[in-house]
């Protein structure tokens, strides 16, 4: 039997179109484009902490996240997670070396895994550090016993290394492991070695001459890097902290912030003898800074918020806030509060800022929550007590709210209100080890991701 097409009537016809208009607004508005969110760089795509999920739940108090899934295969260490397109990458200890790992996301399955060092890197807390940087279809990363390395993130082919201790002189200033998750900017590749020439290093990749006419970088091909410039140790001078010690030399633990302050653009990086500006393109040291630096381990990542800097220290450190202002052209600090170790101090679970007020946990191994005025410096809640949780507390910005995870496995939601310290419920992980739920959380697209040593459980916030 012969079909025949018939038109609509034009009024039908609209109102059909109306409706399919907004069928697909309304189904582009809730489940996006595909190309879902990212968290290409440890804390976050800005270095912040901060997420770009939206609409998660305003309570936990009647129902806690769901558990959707469990990647298993991480490897033994404290790493955090890079997420990208769907993929789940991070690094981790096997019982023979470490190696870097790529999941996918949607189904858990391990898609590669690449050794980077010969055998188990041998410091105090054994188990990865750091948390693989993705730029490009690349992943830059750091074995803890001191090497950065270049992989293909499709295939976790290694496209090139450097040893910190053959190639810089690289020291750190205590025992516990390069930790340090490297800055990537453009074709700038920033580290930090600790060497007594090589302090701070800025390496760019060119394509070597067998992978491609005039230069061009092919996908997965052989790269070479070169030198840009490297700071010397002894630019920072002899500092000394608030309670008037002698700090340490070499690396910390802590990773390159990139920010524009008053015109000047800067890379802060928190080492051994303090807090220090550098220069992107000369490597000029800008400023320095030691108040509350310590002569163990300076692990929190400085914060920008605006035109206010602030970095901290536990134990024996401090927190200080300072704001950038110029003199003759250069940048200089103003310190606005620096808190002495027994008041405030972040260990190493990294600070929120938001609306012009810093969350985090305080206290060495104590994870107090605490909301601090940024251009007041005064505290305006916590600082002294407990949240459901127990030990240091590492924290993400989600709409917000702050995530709170705690040591002992525990993750709390926050109101980010500086009015009081409203606590919206809390979960205990599926899986907690030991008391060292050290690795920062992630939220991603939605989901809210925590590793724990082997394992990553990915958890629905919407």
Known sequence: MKRFSVPLPVNRFASLMARSTVFFLLFFAFHGTGKGEDWKNFRGNNRDGKSETTGIGSSWERSAPGLVRILEGAGMGYASLCVVKNRVYTTGNSDRSQFVVGFSLETGEQLWKTEIVDVIPNHATPGSRSTP?????????????????????????????????????????????????????????????????????????????????????????AVQVQTEWSLPESMLGNGKNLENRSLLSGAAYSSILRSTNLGVTQYIQFVAGGIVGIDPVSGKLLWSNSSVANRTANICMPLVYEDYLVYSSAPGGGLAIYRFEKKSGELNLRPVRVFRSRQLQCHHGGMIAHKGFLYFGSGENRGYPTCVDLKQGTIRWGGSFRGPGRGSASVVYVDDKVLFRDQNGVVALVEASSEKYNLLGHFRQEIASNNRSWAHPVVVDGKLLLREQDQIMIYDLR
């Open 133 to 221: 940087t993705w730029f490009a279809g690349n992943l830059y990363v750091v074995a803890s016993s001191g090497q950065i390395l270049c992989l293909d993130d499709s295939t976790g082919k290694i496209r090139w290394q450097k040893n910190f201790q053959k190639e810089y002189g690289g020291k750190l200033m205590s025992g516990w492991g390069y930790s340090e998750s490297p800055y990537v900017d453009a074709d700038r590749i920033v580290f930090t070695p600790g060497g007594e020439n090589d302090l701070v290093v800025a390496l760019s990749e060119v394509a070597s001459p067998a992978d491609g006419q005039n230069g061009v970088q092919q996908p997965g091909g």
